[in-house]
RNA sequence: GGCGCGUUGACGGAACGGUUACGUGGAGCUCUGCAAAAGCUUAUAAAUGGGUUCGACUCCCAUACGUGCCUCCA
């Protein structure tokens, strides 16, 4: 049983080794909390918890951080436009904070409606700020900074491996000419390490300048100054400023994970610019490499066109709420297709998934049903041919294990499941399928077992009552008991030897 | 202009050079007190045209259509 992923470093499907023995660090971009997530935006936050999922399931110990991005996106990567989080200040009359807040507290809700595992750290972009400017002082030093009047670069070109990530062809790349050129730029690839305020403006969000980043000769004495208002000379004007959009995320990592980490996520729209800009930075300054696997998730569209903030026409998890798709079902739905495919979001595929999930439910009330003893359980393990729990265990994890087979993962489960359905139920051995359904809840998160409860002992009295009727061939009363634990939401089927009930929805 | 991807049955969506994917939905049958469920059966599946091969949905080339990145965006 080996771990592979797909790596865009190596653009190959590698076995993963973790640096340090049964040990992950792993970071995720996170969101830029200006604006609500729309459904493909947790999309790939669906598949990165499975990659969790697996990487527990095979014993790593996981320090995962997912950052958020609470200051310094521009509404273009160029660095260029508005900040986003000032930008939706002006647009519904509040404060960069309290956006960020509301927003940040909206992405949280949303990963526990989708049943993700909390990263052990959440890390907001304005809490690292000393450390952002950290990183720019040790890139001034090594002299990989030049300022212009609207802030402090990169040169990428002095970092010869700029363009090998992302395979760029950096010259004839802006023949395209749909790129804003900053006539002060070095090279059109350049990109902010913090911008600064513009005269004049006040901004929600801003920090002062540190002296020592202002000046254009590269100092080797970095004890020199300290990020405070007192370290800008007396009489000298203070440079107010805010970090650009990259420096966050490499400077969180540095802080809280390390020179190198294991595993770097985020969707394949990152590879060329932010992920990109991110290794230029930090492999610059400590001249190891920032991450031994990248993982990108593709993109979902919606009808067959992308999603786009920009374009306005991302559902967001309310959006399907209101058409009555839980998060579970949109996580079915996402889970069935491959996370490096372009998925295809429309209601129908949705409401196929939700099916399904339905079905899965149904099995897994199933050990409601089943009243083994023990000893029963142990005598119908020798000849049960029903379920090989720890066989189907076993096929779940190792069809994630290559690359988060989760469309595999599925199939292996309908097949034992519909194995499960078509037996009878005394032939179910109850602990082996609570321990499949452990497992699929495990690595997929579908919570099985969370979400199908028993059902109330009123209801088990009039399933028994209603059997008696039966037996003395009662059908009307039979009948009637019928409907009335259908309108209690439980749906009843007789088998040729047992009574079973299931969820009406 | 540069770089890339996709095209599988009603819909979603995999694997694989030679075998029924699977799911959801439709139709028919069996079973059944009725129903439900389940089982079975079923619908011209691989955009098009070439090539490689004993054999291709699976590899190669071309064409068509769609689409992505090179602004923002997972």
């Given at each position: 049983m080996t771990l592979k992923f797909h790596n865009t470093l190596t653009n190959q499907v590698d076995e993963f080794a973790s640096q340090n023995n049964g040990k992950v660090t792993i970071y995720t971009c996170g969101p830029t909390v200006y604006d609500y997530p729309h459904i493909g935006n947790w999309a790939s936050y669906i598949y990165w918890d499975v990659l969790i999922r697996i990487l527990m399931a095979n014993d790593y110990e996981v320090n995962r951080v997912i950052n958020i991005t609470d200051v310094g996106h521009l509404t273009s990567d160029a660095d260029e436009g508005e900040d986003k989080l000032e930008k939706g200040a002006k647009r519904e009359g509040k404060t960069a904070w309290e956006i960020a807040a509301f927003y940040t507290e909206d992405f949280m809700n949303g990963m526990r409606s989708l049943g993700m595992i909390m990263p052990q750290h959440i890390a907001k972009a304005t809490d690292y700020i000393p450390q952002q400017l950290d990183m720019i002082r040790k890139l001034k030093n090594k002299g990989f900074t030049y300022r212009i009047s609207d802030g402090i670069y990169f040169e990428t070109s002095k970092f010869t491996r700029y363009a090998d990530f992302a395979h760029l062809k950096l010259g004839s790349q802006m023949a395209g000419a749909r790129v804003e050129f900053n006539?002060?730029?070095?090279?059109?690839?350049d990109f902010a390490l913090w911008k600064f305020t513009p005269t004049g403006e006040k901004r929600d969000m801003e920090w002062a300048t540190p002296a020592d980043l202002l000046d254009n000769n590269s100092r080797?004495?970095?004890?020199?100054?300290?990020?405070?208002?007192?370290?800008?000379?007396?009489g000298e004007q203070i440079v107010m400023g805010f970090p650009g959009w990259h420096i966050e995320c490499s400077a969180i990592i540095m802080a809280?994970?390390?020179?190198?980490?294991d595993i770097h996520t985020g969707g394949i729209d990152h590879i060329p610019v932010h992920h990109t800009n991110e290794i230029a930075q930090s492999e610059a300054i400590n001249n190891v490499r920032l991450s031994n696997y990248w993982l990108h998730s593709n993109h979902l569209k919606i009808n067959g066109s992308k999603i786009s903030k920009s374009l306005g026409n991302g559902y967001r998890l309310d959006d399907l709420a209101k058409k009555g798709f839980s998060p579970l079902d949109y996580r079915m739905f996402i889970l069935q297709g491959h996370y490096r495919n372009e998925g295809n979001f429309t209601f129908e595929g949705l409401q196929s998934a939700k099916n399904r999930l339905h079905n899965w439910r149904n099995i897994a009330a199933l050990r409601h049903q089943i009243h083994d003893t023990i000893q029963s359980d142990n005598a119908r393990n020798t000849n049960n041919?029903?379920?090989?729990p720890y066989a189907t265990s076993r096929a779940i994890i190792e069809a994630i294990d290559d690359d988060l087979g989760t469309p595999e993962a599925l199939r292996i489960i309908d097949e034992a499941f519909s194995s499960i359905s078509n037996a009878?139920?005394?032939?179910?051995?109850q602990q082996a399928l609570i321990n499949l359904l452990d497992t699929i809840d495990s690595t997929l998160g579908l919570q099985l077992i969370g979400s199908t409860p028993d059902i109330s002992d009123d209801l088990k009295r009039i399933i028994i009552e209603r059997n008696h009727a039966r037996a003395q061939k009662d059908w009307s009363k039979s009948d009637k008991l019928r409907d009335q634990l259908l309108s209690a939401g439980i749906i009843i089927r007789d088998t040729n030897s047992e009574v079973i009930w299931e969820y009406k929805d």
């Open positions: 006539p002060e730029k070095h090279n059109n690839s080797s004495d970095l004890e020199r100054s300290k990020i405070t208002e007192e370290s800008v000379p007396k809280l994970l390390g020179e190198t980490i041919k029903t379920i090989s009878r139920i005394t032939n179910i051995n």
